[in-house]
C-alpha cells in the first residue's frame, strides 16, 4: 500500500504541475490575442483604457457605438466594453473591474433596452472570455455568482477543458505559432457584418422588456456610486428597427421607469428608438441591431447630441 | 455523479481512503462502507428513487430466502414469479407504459378507433434496467439451485447496488460477485495499478473519442437531410466508435473502480469491431448482457436445440428482447431485428462458433480474408447502429436512403474534424495491438517503469487537450 500511495502522490504531483504549466501557457498566450473574445478585456486588465468616456452595455452597445467617431467629434478618448449576451448584472461586473484597473471615467454613456433590466444571469454566452483572468481577485470572488464553479476557479486548467480551439489559440499565440486576431475589435466597437434579409423580423412575435427588481435596484447603485464620484452617466436607448419597435410589449411602462431614474438620479437619457435611422432596413443587420453604416449614422448623431448638450464641460 | 466528474474524483478517493485505511480490513465494516456510498452515488442522481432501489433489493432478498425455503416446487415457482413479475412490472411502468400506450393507441387509430390512454410524466430511474436484471439473475440462480440465498442484508444489497456497476453494469451475476463480497479483500499493488491504468484507458475513451465523436455525430445526424452521401457514412461510423468507446470507456472505469477494491466485474467488451462475423461481435458487445439473455432466456426457451424453427424462433426472441431491453422505441426493436436477421444464417449452417479465438493470433496483420471479414462485419454492424441513433424508423430509412445517393463517392465534409481523426486512429491501432489484452492500455508487460509512465501521462495530456464537452453516458438512459 506504500508503494501504491508513493507512486500515486507522484503521479498526481505530475499531473498538477502539468495542469499548472498548460494553464499559464493559455492563459498568457490569450492575452496577448487580438481576438474579439479577449480583447478588452485584456486592455481593461493591462490599465490600457484610461477613457474620458466609456461606452457600457450589450450587443447593441458594442456593435452601435463607434468609439472612432465619438473621439473624432468630441475630441475625446473613449472605449466600448459592451459585453454582449447580458443584463446589467454583467455589465456591471465588467465595470468594476475597469474602476479596479482604470482611471474612472469622466462620461459613461450607458446603453439602455428591454434587455438591460432583465434577471440576474450567469456568464453563459462565450463564458470563456474571462478565463485567462480568473485570477484577478475580483473575478475570482465575483464569478461564482455568475455560474463558474468553484473548481474552474480554484483548480489549474479544469476552465479550459472542452474548449479545444480556446486551448489551441492559447498555445500557439504563446509559442509564437500565430498571432489571433479574428474579428478584431477598435476600441471595443465590433459593428455587425450581417446583411438584412428579414427572417429574423419574421419570427419575431413581441420583445417584453423585463424589469427585474433585482437589477433595477444594482442600477440604481450604480447611478449613485457615478454621482459620489463625479462620473456622469447619459443614458442612451439606440435604434430599433420601427416594425420591431412595434412590437415591443410595455413601452410605457418601461418609458416610465427609465424616465424616473433619469429625474431621480438627474442622468439624461437620449432615446433614438423614434430617430429617422429606424424607418430603414439598410442600417439594419437584424430587427434590433444596426449594421456598420446604421452604427456609424447613429454615432454621429449621438456624438453630435452630446456635443450640443456640453455635456463634457 | 458521472465517473468523468469532478465529484467522483472527490467521491472516490474519500472512499478509497476510507475503505482500506478506516476500516481496517474489517471485511463487515468494509462492506458496510461500499453500500452506504453506493446508495450516496445513486442518491446524487434523484434521491426518490432511492426507494425503488431499496424495495427491489427488500423483494429480491425475501423472495429469494422463499424460494430457498419452499416445500414444494409449486411455491417455488409461485416466489419466483412473483419476483420475476414484479421487477418486470417496475420496468414495465417506467420505461415502457408510455410506449405501449401510444403504439396501441396508434394502432387503434388505424383501425378507425379513437384512444387516448394517457401518458405518465415520469422520469426513468437511472439503472433500473441493469439493477432489475441483477436482481433477476439472483432469484432465478436460487430457482436453479445455482446459489444459496444470501441471508445477510447488507452483503446482498451491495451485490445489487455496488456503486461502479450500479448505473449501468456490468450486469453481475451471484455466482460471479457474491463470493468475492463475501471474502475478505486484501490490498493488492500489481492489481491496484491495473485498476488505476484500467480507469485511465476509459477516461480517454470516454472523454477524448466518446464526447468528440458525439459532436460530429450530433451535427451529422441533426442536419442529415443536407448532408452528403459520404459524410452520413461517416457519421454512422463516428456513431460505431462514439457508443463503443462510451460504453467500454464506462465499463472500464466501472472494472478498474471495483478492482481498486479488490472487487473483480465481468468483462464487458472484448474489442468488439475486430471481430470476423456478427456472432463473434456478439461474444465481444455487451458480454455481460448477451450472456444474461443467453443463460436466462435463450437456454430456458430450449435454445438452438429443438430443431431449426425453434432456433428461428429464440434467436428473434433473443434480439428483439435486447433491442427492446436498451429503450422503448420502435428504432431499437428494429435494430435487434436486423442483428437476428444477420445471426440467423450463421446459426443455421452452424458457423455461429467458427471465430472463437481472436483474430490474426500470433499475428501482427490479419490476412486478406480476416481483414475483408472484419471490415464487412464492422459495416453491418455500422448500418445497425443507425436505426439505434435515430429518432424514429421513418428517419433512419430516409438516412440511409440518402446514404446510397451519388454523393457517397465523393469527400465527406466534417468541420474541424483533422486532428480528431488522429486520435480516432490511435484508439484503433492501439487497440490492434492490444487485442489479445484485457483493455487497451494493459502494458503492464513494458518493464521500463519510465516508457509507462510517460505513456500515462501522455495519455493524460491528450485528455487535457482534445477532452470534450462533458456528455453523459449513452447506456445511462437505458
Known sequence: ????????TLFSILFVSISYLLDYIISTGLKHTEEYRFQSWNDIIDSKINADILIMGNSRAFSHYSPQILDSVLNINSYNIGIGGHPFNVQHLKYELYERHNIKPQLIIQN?????????VSILHEREQVFPYINDSLLKNQLINFGYSGAELYLPFYRYFGYQMVIKNGIFEYLGLKHYNFQPAYKGYRPEQGKWDGSELNKLSKIEPLMDETTISLFENYLAHCKKFNIKVVMVNTPIYYVASQKLENKKKFNDLIIGISKKYNVPYLDYTNDSICLDTVNFSVAVHLNKKGAEIFSKKLANDLNAMNILK | MFFNSIDFAIFFPIVFILYWFVTKGNLRLQNILLLVSSYFFYACWDWRFMFLLIFSTLLDYFTGIKIHEAINQRKKMFWLWLSIGVNLGFLGVFKYYNFFAASFADGLSLLGFKANFGTLQVILPVGISFYTFHGLSYVIDLYKNRIKPERNFIDYSLFVSFFPLLVAGPIERATHLLPQILKKREFDYSRAVDGLRQILWGLFKKIVIADNCATYVNQIFGSYETQSGSTLLLGAILFAFQIYCDFSGYSDIALGTARLFGIELLRNFAFPYFSRDIAEFWRRWHISLTTWFRDYLYIPLGGSRGGKWQAIRNTFIIFLV????????????????????LFLPLLLLQRNRKNTNSVAENRILPNLKELIQMISTFLLVVFGWIFFRAETIGKALDYIARLFEKSLFT??????????????????????????KKYGLQIDMISSQAIR?????SIVVLILFFGGKSETFIYFQF
Not at chain 1, 1 to 8: A, C, E, Q, V
Not at chain 2, 322 to 341: D, K, Q, Y
Not at chain 2, 453 to 457: E, F, N, R, T, V
Open chain 1, 1 to 8: 500500500m506504500k508503494k501504491f500511495i508513493i507512486k500515486l
Open chain 2, 411 to 436: 469527400i465527406p465534409k466534417v468541420e474541424g474534424a483533422n486532428g480528431f481523426y488522429l486520435c480516432l486512429l490511435s484508439i484503433i491501432l492501439t487497440e490492434w495491438v492490444q487485442r489479445s
Open chain 2, 453 to 457: 509512465w510517460l505513456i500515462y501521462l
Open chain 1, 112 to 120: 439602455i433596452d428591454f434587455a438591460t433590466f432583465s434577471p440576474h
Open chain 2, 322 to 341: 435486447s433491442g427492446f431491453w436498451h429503450g422503448a422505441n420502435w428504432t431499437f426493436l428494429a435494430w435487434g431485428t436486423f442483428h437476428a436477421l
